[in-house]
């Protein structure tokens, strides 16, 4: 995923989940945080530095890389997808 806040790993950069974590957080309330930080990202606690950078200099650039990486995953899943249905005929 191309964003600010999300490393390579997949792992979110996120204070709810790091060092703000408390066991009073029920899972409505970390669901609403994820879907807050992926809708508006915080650029300045940024996870990827290129996609941060993207967002606060070159918005339309940022939404292409977005958009391409999205695109791409599409193309790997479908890959996988009959690579699996392949190895099962």
Same mark, same amino acid.
């Given at each position: 995923?191309?964003? &600010? +806040?999300?490393? =390579? /790993?997949? #792992?979110?950069?996120?204070?709810?989940?790091? !060092?703000?974590?408390?066991?009073?957080?029920? $899972?409505?309330?970390?669901?609403?945080?994820?879907?807050?930080?992926?809708?508006?990202?915080? &650029? +300045?606690?940024? =996870? /990827?530095? #290129?996609?941060?950078?993207?967002?606060?200099? !070159?918005?339309?650039?940022?939404?292409?890389? $977005?958009?391409?990486?999205?695109?791409?995953?599409?193309?790997?899943?479908?890959?996988?997808?009959?690579?699996?249905?392949?190895?099962?005929?």
């Amino acid at each position: 995923m191309f964003h &600010p +806040n999300v490393y =390579a /790993n997949g #792992e979110l950069c996120l204070d709810i989940l790091q !060092n703000r974590w408390s066991p009073t957080y029920d $899972v409505a309330a970390i669901l609403t945080s994820i879907q807050s930080l992926l809708h508006d990202p915080n &650029p +300045n606690s940024p =996870a /990827n530095a #290129e996609a941060a950078s993207l967002y606060r200099e !070159n918005m339309k650039e940022y939404v292409r890389r $977005v958009k391409l990486t999205v695109e791409q995953s599409w193309i790997d899943e479908t890959e996988e997808a009959q690579a699996y249905t392949d190895a099962d005929a």
